[in-house]
């Protein structure tokens, strides 16, 4: 994803285009089980995707409870660019697409259905950490004319309830740009980053001095320090960046890592965590 974004920016496409065609490399990979075609099903067997998008200028476009449409963060950016709404929703965002064009797809692949079918002989709902159960892509890029734009889609909780949804399509919570200061995505259990609005959070941490990492941190600190937070049981991590370029990632546990591409090399780096 990261190699299709950067190709994009080295050719002098918008930052824009460079994430969305990154989200689309996972949305279209059925072996990744928590994002796009071959998602694992909410507790009924039904593939439901949630995503956004969010460009320098401050639009954005978020799709959810999405069925039959493997890129739903294509469909995101054509609900910010050709309607004068922000947020679209099951039945008539799937109807939306379709007259954009695009096709009805089964999502729902082979394994993920007989997963789903094993899952329900106990039908027990126990996230794992760091295990593609809540998996998120966020992919935030900056290109020459040093515009953010950032992305995040998914298939959201493995066996959800129906009409679930995380923070994966919540501008401020799984998303946040502000051109003038950078931008954060979220991954993770969806509930706990909107109660802290988590992304929003990092991106203002930002306006106020602190470094894409520092304010990570503090985001993550906010949720672990709430007096009702069951942290250990669950997993959270932020990725940001700032109008310099500067990065930072960090998780709540081990596990959590950020691929960044930067002067032509592809790396792949583990995050720093709350250590408890």
Same mark, same amino acid.
């Given at each position: 994803?990261?190699?299709?974004?950067?190709?994009?920016?080295?050719?002098?496409?918008?930052?824009?285009?460079?994430?969305?065609? #990154?989200?689309?490399?996972?949305?279209?990979?059925?072996?990744?089980?928590?994002? #796009?075609?071959?998602?694992?099903?909410?507790?009924?067997?039904?593939?439901?995707?949630? %995503?956004?998008?969010? !460009?320098?200028?401050?639009?954005?476009?978020?799709?959810?409870?999405?069925?039959?449409?493997? +890129?739903?963060?294509?469909? %995101?950016?054509?609900?910010?660019?050709?309607?004068?709404?922000?947020?679209?929703?099951?039945? #008539?965002?799937?109807?939306?697409?379709?007259?954009?064009?695009?096709?009805?797809?089964?999502?729902?692949? $082979?394994?993920?259905?007989?997963?789903?079918?094993?899952?329900?002989?106990?039908?027990?709902?126990?996230?794992? =950490?760091?295990?593609?159960? +809540?998996?998120?892509?966020?992919?935030?890029?900056?290109?020459?004319? #040093?515009?953010?734009?950032?992305?995040?889609?998914?298939?959201?909780?493995?066996?959800?309830?129906?009409?679930?949804?995380?923070?994966?399509?919540?501008?401020?919570?799984?998303?946040?740009? $502000? !051109?003038?200061?950078?931008?954060?995505? %979220?991954?993770?259990?969806?509930?706990?980053?909107?109660?802290?609005?988590?992304?929003?959070?990092?991106?203002?941490?930002?306006?106020?001095?602190?470094?894409?990492?520092?304010?990570?941190?503090?985001?993550?600190?906010?949720?672990?320090?709430?007096?009702?937070?069951?942290?250990? $049981?669950?997993?959270?991590?932020?990725?940001? =960046? !700032?109008?310099?370029?500067?990065?930072?990632?960090?998780?709540? +546990?081990?596990?959590?890592?950020?691929?960044?591409?930067?002067?032509?090399?592809?790396?792949?780096?583990?995050?720093?965590?709350?250590?408890?």
């Amino acid at each position: 994803a990261t190699k299709k974004a950067w190709d994009l920016l080295e050719s002098g496409s918008s930052s824009l285009d460079a994430v969305e065609q #990154g989200c689309m490399i996972e949305e279209a990979d059925v072996n990744n089980q928590s994002v #796009g075609k071959g998602g694992l099903p909410d507790r009924d067997g039904n593939v439901t995707l949630d %995503a956004c998008i969010m !460009n320098s200028k401050g639009d954005c476009g978020s799709v959810v409870y999405l069925k039959n449409i493997t +890129h739903a963060i294509s469909v %995101a950016r054509k609900i910010m660019e050709e309607t004068p709404h922000v947020m679209l929703a099951g039945v #008539g965002a799937e109807k939306f697409a379709y007259s954009l064009g695009y096709k009805k797809e089964k999502l729902l692949t $082979d394994k993920s259905r007989l997963d789903w079918l094993d899952w329900k002989l106990k039908s027990e709902y126990k996230p794992i =950490i760091n295990i593609e159960n +809540h998996d998120t892509i966020g992919m935030l890029a900056i290109d020459k004319n #040093g515009d953010i734009s950032g992305g995040c889609t998914t298939s959201g909780l493995a066996y959800k309830m129906s009409g679930r949804v995380g923070d994966s399509p919540i501008i401020g919570s799984g998303l946040f740009i $502000d !051109n003038e200061v950078g931008g954060a995505v %979220a991954t993770g259990l969806g509930e706990e980053v909107v109660k802290t609005v988590g992304s929003f959070l990092v991106v203002e941490l930002m306006r106020n001095g602190y470094s894409p990492q520092k304010a990570c941190e503090e985001a993550i600190r906010r949720i672990v320090s709430k007096k009702n937070s069951n942290y250990k $049981d669950f997993q959270v991590g932020y990725i940001a =960046i !700032n109008k310099s370029g500067e990065t930072g990632s960090y998780s709540i +546990h081990d596990g959590f890592s950020m691929t960044k591409y930067e002067n032509n090399l592809n790396k792949t780096f583990k995050s720093n965590y709350y250590s408890g």
